[in-house]
């Protein structure tokens, strides 16, 4: 039987024996475990010598002795030469320090395994019968892959003094368009707080029993939760020692607040991190075909919130042909934003784009021109959530025929 153990080499020593490539990959483990290595060998591979210098590691350019073993937690030897290598072994032996054998795992007293790590959970793979490395690797990589992706059990059940929050952007709605890293933390976490828009839905049922999940989202004309309340949901929770996510729609810093929730943590002394997702300025568009930039037609692109006022660098990037403008939260607006622009002089052919739903089965698009899409959204009878794109971009065909995926729906 094989007994895995987490070991903690920080400050500890760590002795190699050898000094060729094999070394140089576990030196690099070790290393960043926080060992104290010491290197015995009498050459080293131009790659072990690199890191020996980089890291100033002890290195004693001879042959091993017997008294090298002496204060060292644990022994790693890979020499090449079996009965160097069996001499390590038996010293070791001898003192019940722990010993590595880095060829076929039968001389030392243990095996390094195959180890990946995803936030702060570490695996390790090695076998029952001999040394396969690549066998492990492959174990090890699958499990990752599970880790990372969020499909395994992570939630912590022992809680701490004090908890974290983790502030994540859910993209435009589908969950596979969220970060490999969002979804670890939904795994991680104990309490969700989730908006209306995003993933929330659809995640819900990856959520491990127990979790809390409380809704938070707003809609046009309706907060029930105000945004001080989600505040101090997030700072109660996490000083309870729980993990807290708060899944936004979008990018947690891109017109949704998320600027004032990392401030109320860290006012409250609450640990808090950012997670970046997929912006729906620019990913709504592209679910219909828009590019918010797009050589000889637009090379920049100016983002508003349609339920502020009407600032003059909005209407100055309408005004230019080379921006993009996009509208976020903005149907209830439009006809206040065209009549602003139509007065500001900005052409009344200036194409205007508006995506419904984007990126959903629900999803259309309305094109229609300054002068019209008022009209037409009326006609339409559009409806939040929906992305509104003006300038050269929105016009129809400019990529691809307006058929299929990106069909459009006309007024």
């Known amino acids: 039987m094989t007994t895995m153990l987490g070991l903690s080499l920080r400050g500890r020593e760590v002795l190699m024996v050898g000094g060729g490539s094999v070394t140089a990959r576990r030196l690099r483990r070790f290393l960043a475990d926080g060992a104290l290595v010491r290197v015995v060998a009498p050459e080293l591979a131009e790659e072990t010598r690199e890191l020996v210098a980089e890291h100033a590691v002890t290195w004693h350019q001879r042959r091993f002795r017997r008294g090298d073993v002496t204060g060292a937690w644990i022994v790693h030897t890979a020499t090449g030469d079996q009965e160097v290598d069996r001499t390590v072994a038996a010293q070791c032996e001898r003192r019940r320090v722990i010993c590595i054998d880095a060829s076929d795992g039968t001389i030392g007293s243990a095996r390094l395994t195959a180890q990946a790590s995803s936030g702060d959970v570490v695996i390790g793979v090695t076998g029952e019968l001999g040394v396969d490395p690549r066998r492990s690797m492959e174990i090890r990589d699958a499990v990752a892959d599970l880790l990372t992706s969020g499909r395994l059990p992570v939630r912590r059940h022992r809680r701490g003094l004090l908890g974290r929050v983790d502030l994540i952007g859910g993209g435009p709605g589908p969950a596979d ?220 065909g400019l990529l691809l025929p307006v058929t299929g995926l990106f069909a459009e729906s006309t007024a």
Do not use: W, Y
């Not at 009549?339 to 052409?347: Q, T, V």
């Not at 089965?361 to 559009?382: G, K």
């Open 177 to 396: 368009l969220m970060t490999v890293r969002a979804r670890r933390l939904l795994a991680e976490a104990d309490v969700v707080v989730a908006d209306r828009l995003g993933p929330a839905t659809e995640l819900r049922a990856e959520l491990g029993p127990g979790v809390l999940v409380i809704d938070v989202g707003k809609s046009p004309g309706n907060h029930p939760v105000p945004q001080h309340e989600i505040n101090a949901l997030l700072v109660e929770h996490a000083r309870a020692g729980k993990r807290v996510v708060r899944l936004k729609g979008g990018d947690p810093f891109v017109l949704g607040r998320g600027g004032e929730e990392v401030l109320a943590c860290v006012a409250a002394g609450v640990p808090v991190d950012v997670t970046p997702g997929v912006s729906s300025a620019i990913s709504v568009p592209q679910s219909a075909g828009i590019p918010v930039t797009h050589r000889g037609v637009a090379s920049a692109l100016h983002v508003v919130n349609g339920q502020g006022e009407i600032a003059d660098a909005t209407l100055a990037a309408m005004k230019d042909d080379s921006v993009t403008t996009v509208v976020l939260m903005g149907v209830a607006a439009l006809p206040r934003i065209t009549a602003a622009a139509l007065a500001h002089g900005i052409p009344a052919e200036q194409p205007v784009a508006i995506v419904e739903n984007g990126h959903s089965a629900a999803q259309r698009t309305i094109r229609s021109t300054l002068e019209h899409v008022v009209a037409d959204a009326h006609a339409a009878q559009v409806q939040n959530p929906a992305v509104i794109v003006f300038g050269g971009v929105a016009a129809a």
